[in-house]
């Protein structure tokens, strides 16, 4: 499996730190408003890198953060008239619902910064004894770049360049620094922001200790793949490297990934989609107008080094694609209802036009490996989709026999889990839920266990469901 690296700037072959295992650490949102689908894109790539190495028995362990502590947070919470907490705990839940809609996995830990202080402080004093840190006159605590003979090596920068770079702007409030590259481990309190107590002043982490901590805590010193967008290749990707290789004395990450933009063009202005921009729409924004599998089937059909630009054409697209995917496999799914018959009837396998076709299918399913072989290419693995959705359109009927229908229906179901994407219409998905709590309901009643039935019977109704029941058994509405 081959891994475009930052690093390198070169695909590199992956070879885990301990074999069999993968630990991965993606940078998440800071939660103070609904997350915008440019922040989505790293969510559903990465989520599909995690899924293909799973496919591939890979155990992952996936660490991606919330950073709760923010300006941004702060600002908001003060527009409120409420505590940062509340702002951090209402768009955590949003953000969650957001990923389920578009199908990502909860990751293994999410850890929030506010419950890590402990071990950031920990962080910070190791590097200060260490000589990588140093606290000015007012409390706040800086890295020292220049102690780090590494500083640059991520984003390719040279530090003399940087801090010609930096020295021109000046920036008030930041007197105690000993050079203009040196960044912020942890900052004095503001009136009215969260604190904590630290043996430098009263006040809070900066951003990129943050995940430094947080990757160590939940993952090791060493970590197979990082991973972002690539806006966040420096300073935030670059100083993390700092943080974590001068207090381990490791190297941090083998891998470090990372997803290009997406776009969006305004009058003729093609710009990164984000909040400061306000040329954004948000996930919530879009599941008003598409079920969410068709932004992440968006997202999939280019490569994620690609920059994609966000366009009302291209998700009409994205969305008749979709639908050829999900007809073929009802087709396929009604097909195999037929085929059950047969089965029963203990007849046949597959014929010898049948085995021939499969041999094709085979070799699409090839194809769409090696393409997530080399640096996870969605978009040539999607083609290899369609072309099997092709292969099977033209290939199974009702005539088919049961072997050959479900080898169909199973590879095609396969290999969209893998990319995530559900092969079932999400109404049908529901129409079959329902059903199936009627049954458990009619279970309960002929057990005698009332309170069960009238338990699913509400659960029904909470969820839009009223039930009927007749001579001809239970019927069910939506209201
Ligand atoms: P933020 O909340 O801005 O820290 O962003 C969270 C994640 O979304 C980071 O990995 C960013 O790099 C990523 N991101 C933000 N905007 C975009 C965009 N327009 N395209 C792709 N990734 C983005
Ligand atoms: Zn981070």
Known sequence: ???????????????????????????????????????????????????????????????????????????????????????????????????????????????????????????????????????????????????????????????????????????????????????VLWKPKKEGEPYWDSKWCQGRPG?????????????????????????????????????????????????????????????????????????????????????????RFFMLSAHYRSPLNFSAELMEASKSGLERILTAAERLRDAGKAAEREKAAGTQGMSASEQENRTLAEELAFKYEAAMEDDFNTADAIAAVFELVKLSNSTVSPDSSAAYIDFMKELLEKLCGVLGILTVRKAEALDEEIEAMIEARQQARKAKNFALADEIRGKLLDMGIVLEDTREGVKWKRV
């Open 1 to 183: 499996m081959k891994i475009f690296n930052t690093l390198s700037r070169r695909k590199e072959e992956f070879v885990p730190l301990e074999p069999g295992k993968v630990k991965m650490y993606v940078c998440g949102p800071t939660v103070y408003n609904y997350i915008h689908i440019g922040n989505a894109r790293p969510m559903i790539v990465f989520d599909t890198v995690r899924r293909y190495f799973e496919y591939k028995g890979y155990e992952v362990n996936y660490v991606s953060n919330f950073t709760d502590v923010d300006d941004k947070i702060i600002k908001k919470a003060i527009e409120e008239g409420v505590e940062s907490e509340v702002i951090s705990r209402r768009y955590i839940e949003e953000c969650k619902k957001d990923m389920e809609g578009m199908n990502v996995k909860p990751a293994t830990t999410h850890p929030q910064a506010t419950q890590e202080i402990a071990s950031m402080l920990k962080m910070i004093q190791t590097l200060i004894d260490k000589g990588y840190a140093y606290a000015a006159f007012d409390g706040t605590v800086y890295f020292r770049t220049d102690s780090f003979r590494d500083y640059g090596k991520l984003s390719h920068k040279n530090l003399d360049e940087l801090q010609s770079g930096f020295r021109e702007i000046k920036v008030t409030g930041e007197e105690g620094k000993e050079s203009p590259s040196d960044f």
């Open 207 to 295: 951003w990129h200790i943050e995940c430094s901590v947080m990757a160590k805590k939940y993952l090791g010193e060493q970590i197979d793949i990082h991973a972002g967008g690539e806006d966040l290749i420096f300073p935030h990707h670059e100083n993390e490297i700092a943080q974590s290789e001068a207090a381990n004395g490791k190297p941090f990450a083998t891998y470090w990934m990372h997803n290009a933009f997406l776009n969006i063009d305004t009058n003729g202005h093609v710009q990164k989609m984000s909040k400061s921009l306000g040329n954004f729409f948000t996930v919530r924004e879009i599941s008003e107008r598409y079920d969410l599998q068709v932004l």
